[in-house]
T-cell receptor
Framework: KQEVTQIPAALSVPEGENLVLNCSFTDSAIYNLQWFRQDPGKGLTSLLLIQSSQREQTSGRLNASLDKSSGRSTLYIAASQPGDSATYLCACPNDYKLSFGAGTTVTVRA | DAGVIQSPRHEVTEMGQEVTLRCKPISGHNSLFWYRQTMMRGLELLIYFNNNVPIDDSGMPEDRFSAKMPNASFSTLKIQPSEPRDSAVYFC??????????????FGEGSRLTVL
């Protein structure tokens, strides 16, 4: 069974600092890995999807890397803003089932 | 596309009442998932449909829960009778899956259920 871990559980940074969010998984035979953002009381918003054949994926200030051999993915958010405050979750599927991490709750202080 | 659409957004009901949650997946997606999210347990997969067929309902808590997908554009999750411990946010999500693997997953805004 795939186990997904996100450390730390919470993070607080001043505005402008770069964010580094970590995700580790136990089974390297993943098909893809997806990063989500969840705001309080809202659904999960897909941020980035990295296919297993890719090493990284970029969207604006967001960059996600994938290292299957070490079972790790990292989400980088450049020049953080208060609007980036949210919970970030990573997930990867074993066939159709996605295993989710518990998330990292980020607070960006103005 | 409007994304995954869920209704109602909020539901408050009394113990013993029937609750029906609805979901319209993204057009063209062939996989649909119902999840439940609580502070204690995080996200739990309740049931998975592929091409309108229930493939895995092992996450459905008990017989009080049932789900249907009569066509590619509509699914329901029913709880009868409801209990206070069913209070949670219920999410519907859809994706296009190939060769049994889930593609990018898109979530609805969720239905927040409170059972008194």
């Amino acid at each position: 069974k795939q186990e997904v871990t996100q450390i730390p559980a919470a993070l607080s940074v001043p505005e402008g600092e770069n964010l580094v969010l970590n995700c580790s998984f136990t089974d390297s035979a993943i098909y893809n890995l997806q990063w989500f953002r969840q705001d309080p009381g809202k659904g999960l918003t897909s941020l980035l999807l990295i296919q297993s054949s890719q090493r990284e994926q970029t969207s604006g200030r967001l960059n996600a890397s994938l290292d299957k051999s070490s079972g790790r993915s990292t989400l980088y958010i450049a020049a953080s803003q208060p609007g980036d405050s949210a919970t970030y979750l990573c997930a990867c599927p074993n066939d159709y089932k996605l295993s989710f991490g518990a998330g990292t709750t980020v607070t960006v202080r103005a | 596309d409007a994304g995954v659409i869920q209704s109602p957004r909020h539901e408050v009901t009394e113990m013993g009442q029937e609750v029906t949650l609805r979901c319209k997946p993204i057009s063209g997606h062939n996989s649909l998932f119902w999840y439940r999210q609580t502070m204690m347990r995080g996200l739990e997969l309740l049931i998975y449909f592929n091409n309108n067929v229930p493939i895995d309902d092992s996450g459905m808590p008990e017989d009080r829960f049932s789900a249907k997908m009569p066509n590619a554009s509509f699914s329901t999750l029913k709880i009868q009778p409801s209990e206070p411990r069913d209070s949670a946010v219920y999410f519907c999500a859809s994706s296009f899956s190939t060769s049994g693997y889930t593609g990018e997953l898109f979530f609805g805004e969720g239905s927040r259920l409170t059972v008194l």
